[in-house]
């Protein structure tokens, strides 16, 4: 797996607290319910995702598979998880795998660097 799309993000819960007051002399314990911090709660995930041979979006993630064997693909599975799947049979050799952040805003700066990438040599 070269990257989920869908982990698991743990979400804080409302929780519940005994504190024992005092009224009129007599000591009585008192439960209260304490929500969670709402900058604690996660945004909705970007789920959307689309592969085009050895490039793939993933949600706001960019993915690039340069150098790989032919016939290599990238792909998404049920879990929302992109992978390389590689020919049977391909001889050994090296390859890279850009990975990049942003979103639809640095689509194009992605693309611009995938391309330089490409024409480097490998390192």
């Known amino acids: 797996m070269i990257a989920d799309g869908d982990p698991a993000t743990p979400i804080p819960h409302a929780r519940k607290v005994k504190e024992k007051v005092k009224e009129n002399g007599v000591e009585t314990t008192v439960e209260r319910t304490i929500e969670p911090d ?19 979006e993933l949600g706001d993630l960019h993915i690039a598979v340069i150098g790989a064997p032919a016939g290599a693909t990238l792909a998404i599975n049920a879990k929302h998880q992109l992978y390389l799947k590689l020919p049977k049979g391909a001889a050994a050799g090296e390859f890279q795998i850009l990975v990049a952040g942003g979103g639809r805003e640095s689509a194009t700066d992605f693309t611009r660097a995938r391309e330089v990438r490409s024409t480097a040599p490998m390192i």
């Open 38 to 56: 709402p900058k604690l709660i996660p945004k909705p995930k970007n789920l959307t995702g689309s592969v085009q041979g050895t490039t793939a």
